[in-house]
């Protein structure tokens, strides 16, 4: 009788245990972010896409929002291919010490380069206006910072629209 009674309070012991250590919240911090795979962009450019950083506690939403944020910061250098993958590891580093590291394997892909360089306008009113504009042409395509064969780049193409604009602007082509 008295084993079954201790038993019984043994094994109630230990369900109660596990039952709030279930219900328990555990942070666990990251001791460190690798970005694997990230040849192209800066270091810069790829750590100020990211959410978290080393320190935070394990967010997944933050997690996936910074993946997202690499992607899309690849997407608009002209890696329309890419893909980034994350995985959470615990390494030990000493007997008494584990590190979790939390990474983002990115793959680039090939880039999207310029084939060619064309400036269409959007009306072309009078057959003075295309002569007119076929001369001006070359020069607007020269002076627009974006050569064929270079990565297309979202941030270059809208730089190039401003500096066509503000020429055109100049000769008096379009109004300000």
Not at 30 to 43: P, R
Not at 63 to 81: A, P, Q, T
Not at 95 to 114: K, M, S
């Amino acid at each position: 009788m008295r084993v079954r009674l201790l038993l019984t309070l043994i094994v109630g012991a230990l369900a109660w245990s596990f039952q709030n250590l279930a219900h328990a919240e555990v942070e666990i911090q990251i001791d460190q972010i690798e970005i694997l795979g990230a040849k192209s962009l800066t270091q810069d450019e790829v750590e100020g896409a990211l959410k978290v950083a080393a320190g935070d506690s394990l967010d997944r939403a933050k997690i996936v929002r910074s993946s997202h944020n690499l992607e899309v910061l690849y997407f608009m250098k002209g890696f329309h291919d890419v893909k980034v993958e994350t995985s959470f590891s615990h390494v030990s580093v000493s007997f008494y010490r584990t590190d979790n590291i939390l990474r983002f394997n990115v793959t680039e892909g090939r880039p999207t380069r310029v084939a060619g360089i064309k400036i269409i306008p959007e009306n072309i009113a009078t057959p003075i206006f295309e002569a007119g504009w076929r001369q001006k042409e070359p020069l607007l395509i020269s002076n627009c910072g974006i050569v064929v064969g270079d990565i297309f780049d979202q941030e270059k193409t809208s730089e190039a629209r401003r500096a066509i604009e503000s020429f055109l602007a100049s000769e008096e082509f379009i109004g300000v």
